[in-house]
């Protein structure tokens, strides 16, 4: 399968715990994107990377989230000291430079205790 | 976060009836794009649309992209049991650091046999 892979597809923390997942573009792709997305509600913008450089981040990426792609591959999302309000499904996806059709992974679905 | 407004909010429908929902934005946007979503996994891209007044198919969907570039519509010809799911636009502005995409909260098809 060479679409985007996202792991792990589903975590349950506590509180004030650390969680980071990985996203895994679709193989040629040099553009990454992260996305949130609550119940009942469209996927957010949070971040998007171009090859390695993270060109832009949205208002709703707050200091307890960073995201990294070291290598222009794979990327991480972090999120430190997790809130109850961080429970969402947190969806990557991919394009081929500025193409505008992005593909999405399955997901994490995150849930906070 | 800003998000489309899609309607309707959600359609119930007999198999073999056709299917039309649309997306406004107070916003111009440089490309629709139109999802489908099915429970616990990414969006699936359908159909992109790139310039104002635009028609495209694809298979039993056809969107087109408004002529104001404010607004754009789904068609869905003779809906099947494995239409059912959720349907997302989405828009692009592109360049000027907004190259991430906003979603609509989605259209939810249920098909009745």
């Known amino acids: 399968d060479t679409g985007v892979s996202q792991n792990p597809r589903h975590k349950i923390t506590k509180r004030g715990q650390n969680v980071t997942f990985r996203c895994d573009p679709i193989?040629?792709?040099?553009?990454l994107y992260w996305y949130r997305q609550t119940l009942g509600q469209g996927p957010e913008f949070l971040t998007y990377?171009?090859?390695?450089?993270?060109?832009?981040k949205s208002r709703l990426l707050s200091d307890r989230f960073s995201a990294e792609r070291p290598k222009g591959s794979f990327s991480t999302l972090e999120i430190q000291r997790t809130e109850q309000g961080d429970s969402a499904m947190y969806l990557c996806?991919?394009?081929?430079?500025?193409?505008?059709?992005?593909?999405f992974g399955p997901g994490t679905r995150l849930t906070v205790t | 976060g800003q998000q489309l407004n899609q309607s309707p909010q959600s359609m119930f429908i007999q198999e073999g009836e056709d299917v039309s929902m649309n997306c406004t934005s107070s916003?111009?946007?440089?490309?629709w794009l139109w999802y489908k979503q099915d429970p616990g996994e990414g969006p699936v891209l359908l159909i992109a649309?790139?310039?104002?007044?635009e028609l495209t198919s694809n298979g039993r969907l056809t969107a087109q992209f408004g002529i104001t570039r404010k607004d754009s519509f789904l068609n869905i010809s003779a809906s099947i049991p494995s239409d059912v799911g959720i349907y997302f636009c989405?828009?692009?502005?592109?360049?000027?650091?907004?190259?991430?995409?906003?979603f609509g909260k989605g259209t939810h098809l249920i098909i009745q046999p």
């Open positions: 996806a991919s394009s081929f430079n500025r193409a505008p059709e992005q593909y």
């Open positions: 193989s040629e792709h040099n553009r």
């Open positions: 990377f171009q090859n390695e450089a993270q060109l832009e």
């Open positions: 916003s111009i946007f440089n490309t």
């Open positions: 649309l790139y310039k104002a007044g």
């Open positions: 989405a828009g692009q502005r592109s360049g000027g650091g907004a190259d991430g995409l906003t």
